[in-house]
């Protein structure tokens, strides 16, 4: 794979980070992004098949808590008169519900679930990306349009699980999902808050928020 393309950095760096039963993984030496092979990638009627056996429901108290974990920072950072996208919402749209419940209206956007594009096209004060970005094939250009879809001074809060080292990657569950095709590090962060001119803050293990620089 050492002469293919990063999907992010679209740069012919790709070395070779891991390897399990089902899949290797390269890494790319500019942004650092760890990906995995596109032979290894589902199609779309596998994917969503995926999807479809997950149960997220707004009544699940454990799902709002791990939810809020991003939204939560957001709603810190923004005026109560906002408004925001949640981005790849899924079939429950709990997010949304949750923040209308606080007096914040959040719009909804799934490839599968909610397929709106009206949705795409008017801008925000925040969009979410919970558990999404690492399912992303084409993560650059997404980046580009999620960028187009904020106003001045915009955020963008994204929740995925990040890499550490090679050691800790072995034997990570996370990469075990198959539809989990990207993932991302702190300098993978790094590299997307200077190359797209956000400014980048790490909220927790799990989440950073990108917001649009303003000159």
């Given amino acids: 794979m050492s002469n293919q393309v990063c999907v992010l950095c679209h740069q012919e760096l790709l070395t070779f980070y891991a390897k399990d039963k089902k899949r290797s993984y390269h890494q790319c030496q500019l942004c650092k992004l760890v990906q995995v092979e596109s032979e290894y990638h589902l199609s779309a009627e596998d994917e ?4 479809d056996k997950h149960d997220n429901d707004v009544a699940d108290a454990g799902y709002q808590k791990f939810l809020s974990r991003c939204l ?3 709603l810190e950072r923004v005026s109560p008169d906002s408004s925001g996208l949640d981005f ?3 079939e429950g ?4 519900q949750m923040a209308a419940s606080r007096g914040v209206h959040v719009a909804n ?3 599968y679930y909610v397929n709106e594009l009206k949705a795409l096209s008017r801008q925000y004060e925040f969009i979410t990306l919970t558990e999404v970005i690492e399912h992303i ?4 250009q997404l980046l580009i349009q999620l960028k187009s879809l ?5 955020l963008l809060a994204i929740m995925t699980k990040r890499v550490k080292d090679k050691q800790a990657f072995a034997q990570w569950h996370y990469k075990n999902d198959m539809t989990h095709i990207c993932f991302y590090s702190i300098e993978t962060f790094e590299w997307i808050a200077n190359q797209f001119g956000w400014q980048l803050e790490v909220i927790s293990d799990d989440v950073v928020i990108l917001t649009v620089k303003c000159v």
């Fill in 93 to 96: 749209k709990v997010l949304s």
């Fill in 109 to 111: 956007y799934d490839l």
């Fill in 72 to 74: 939560d920072p957001v």
């Fill in 88 to 90: 790849g919402c899924g």
């Fill in 150 to 154: 904020l106003k001045p001074n915009g």
């Fill in 48 to 51: 969503k098949a995926e999807y």
């Fill in 137 to 140: 094939y084409d993560v650059n």
